[in-house]
């Protein structure tokens, strides 16, 4: 299978990340995977993020992906921590599917997150995130 970049890579598969699947998919262990994921993409390569589970706002209006636990303690994976992730992108192409509860929530900071690292790459790259070239402003 080809891509927009030059390989698919599977991030769940079991000797990059670990199976991240019912009680593997615990938050540390998918922060663990998204810093993998980070860490290794170039602005040519396409992240495609699919987040399946529980989702709540928790009276703060943050988003909170509920990943597996065990019921004694949940921790949930903040729209802020995920935005963190995204800010640490170099991928140009980015795309996010939360299948959740409450997922509308996460939309505005994901998207400003995205938007930021956008401009700042672009204002390295003396473009402004439109294209325009920062002379031509």
Request: net charge neutral; with cysteine.
């Amino acid at each position: 299978m080809r891509a927009a970049g030059d390989k698919v890579i599977d991030w769940g598969n079991k000797t990059l990340c670990g199976s991240l699947e019912n009680e593997s998919a615990t938050k540390a262990a998918i922060l663990s995977c998204l810093g993998k994921i980070a860490n290794s993409v170039k602005p040519s390569d396409m992240v495609i993020l699919s987040l399946a589970e529980h989702g709540t706002t928790r009276g703060n209006e943050l988003f909170y992906y509920i990943p597996h636990s065990d019921g004694k303690e949940i921790e949930g994976i903040s729209s802020a921590e995920l935005a963190d992730v995204f800010r640490k992108l170099q991928a140009r192409r980015i795309i996010v599917i939360v299948d959740a509860c409450d997922s509308g929530a996460a939309i505005a900071p994901l998207q400003q997150a995205i938007l930021a690292r956008v401009a700042t790459a672009a204002s390295l790259r003396g473009k402004q995130p439109d294209g325009q070239s920062t002379s031509d402003a």
